[in-house]
Antibody, heavy 119, light 109 residues
């Protein structure tokens, strides 16, 4: 059974870069047909898709965040990562990693990790 | 790209049925049969309830059903139970990106 676990800094200063990692267990991140996503949820608000990376390495990002986002894969560690640059208070949110199969539905989610942007 | 439009809240009594709508455009909901629905209880990660417009993952009760007409998708929950009280989000593939709805709070009276 595939499981995902987020980790990273819970507090980031404004203008700095947010960095998170999602460890994949119970399966290989190199498996074909899967995409690996980041999704966030500001306190009291709805879900926002950030972007995903395919097993091939192709990436797709939310156009509203594209200039600040990088998603990458580390196959040796079976994990994928998110970097979001030039953060502001508006980037404060619970960040989830999730996987999707060929139907673009997010069937496996991590538990989420809260990131606060504050000086 | 804009978020898909959902009602902010719906309610129903135990045993009744409720329907949550999700309106997008021909570039997302209307253009692909890749609409999914998620249930989220407070403090928990979302859970996939419906994918490909109307398919249920293993373990999801058949009280949950999905459909689509044009640019609007719908989630219907029949035989409401107390544990169905949660936030529900629709989601659609849109070619080079994915977009969520704003979320609907379901209250079981």
């Amino acid at each position: 059974q595939l499981q995902l676990q987020e980790s990273g800094s819970g507090l980031v200063k404004p203008s700095q870069t947010l960095s998170l990692t999602c460890a994949v267990s119970g399966g290989s991140i190199s498996s074909g047909g899967y995409s690996w996503s980041w999704i966030r949820q500001p306190p009291g608000k709805g879900l926002e898709w950030i972007g995903y990376i395919y097993h091939s390495g192709s990436t797709y990002y939310n156009p509203s965040l594209k200039s600040r986002v990088t998603i990458s894969v580390d196959r040796s560690k079976n994990q994928f990562s998110l970097k979001l640059s030039s953060v502001t208070a508006a980037d404060t949110a619970v960040y989830y990693c999730a996987s999707a199969g060929t139907t673009f539905a997010f069937d496996i989610w991590g538990q989420g990790t809260m990131v606060t942007v504050s000086s | 790209q804009s978020a898909l439009t959902q009602p902010r809240s719906v309610s129903g009594s135990p045993g009744q049925s409720v329907t949550i709508s999700c309106t997008g455009t021909s570039s997302d909901v209307g253009g692909y049969n890749y609409v999914s629905w998620y249930q989220q209880h407070p403090g928990k990660a979302p859970k996939l309830m419906i994918y490909d417009v109307s398919k249920r993952p293993s373990g999801v009760p058949d009280r949950f059903s999905g459909s689509k007409s044009g640019n609007t998708a719908s989630l219907t929950i029949s035989g409401l139970q107390a544990e169905d009280e949660a936030d529900y989000y629709c989601c659609s593939y849109a070619g080079s990106y994915t977009v969520f709805g704003g979320g609907t709070k379901l209250t079981v009276l």
